[in-house]
């Protein structure tokens, strides 16, 4: 009797399995993940990976549609596949390259400038194939149905006490930053520790090395180094959106 036993309760199992295998080929889609998946986190690295379908054809590019909050300009490549290249477009960015083998993930990591304040981050994919044939990954939950393509979705911790979100003007911070330094050289009670009434006479009128003229030698050099700081951040923009 157990024989017969254990052959019928094999047959279920293996109905099971296949049930189950099946699901595992139709539930391949795109995953997107960060060691820092922070609100507002800086230089952040976002890694992605575009499961292979095909057993016949091989990806041979991706295109992704970036949330709200993130621009084009914002991301540079960090890693990819041999000899598959970074480009921004106009809502987002494609990486493509030579085709994978039949099968094979394509999985890449970009570097992000700052990551937006937000709870989540939605990547809408594109994945095409060297036989023409393109996977969308664009569908988004609606209630309680899920999707059958969904969307890779990037969940993110709050912000970081005290962070807050990049200037995206550079132009307009380069302007405030250099009309500060005057301002401390003015004689204001910060540029003259003591409160003496002589302190602003001797930075006015420079006639002394005295209190005055250091606070202005050193309000120079601090407008200087914010002013270098800024014009490395706009050149790092412009450089990634070139």
């Known amino acids: 009797m157990r024989p017969r036993l254990r052959h019928r309760s094999a047959a279920p199992l293996l109905a099971l399995g296949l049930v189950l295998g099946a699901a595992g080929t139709a539930a391949a889609h795109v995953e997107v993940g960060s060691p820092t998946a922070q609100a507002l986190a800086v230089d952040a690295e976002v890694a992605f990976s575009a499961e292979g379908e095909s057993s016949t054809a091989g990806i041979t590019d991706v295109k992704v549609v970036l949330p709200a909050g993130l621009a084009p300009a914002d991301l540079t490549l960090a890693k990819a596949p041999a000899g598959w290249t970074f480009t921004p477009t106009a809502d987002g960015f494609t990486v493509a390259g030579p085709a994978l083998a039949p099968g094979t993930a394509a999985e890449w990591t970009v570097r992000v400038l700052q990551l937006p ?121 412009r450089k990634s959106a070139s």
Not at 122 to 136: A, E, M, Q
Not at 223 to 233: C, I, N, R, S, T
């Open 117 to 237: 304040d937000a709870a989540s981050l939605v990547f809408k994919t594109l994945v095409d194939y060297s036989d023409g044939h393109t996977d969308r990954w664009i569908e988004l939950p609606q209630g309680d149905t899920k999707p059958q393509h969904p969307a890779p979705v990037l969940a993110l911790t709050p912000a970081a006490p005290g962070a807050r979100a990049l200037p995206t003007d550079g132009v307009t911070l380069f302007a405030s930053a250099s009309a500060s330094p005057p301002a401390s050289a003015s004689g204001s009670p910060s540029a003259s520790p003591s409160g003496s009434a002589s302190a602003p006479t001797v930075a006015a009128g420079g006639g002394e090395d005295g209190g005055g003229t250091t606070a202005v030698v050193l309000g120079g050099v601090a407008g200087v180094a914010v002013l270098a700081a800024l014009v490395v951040l706009v050149l790092r923009r």
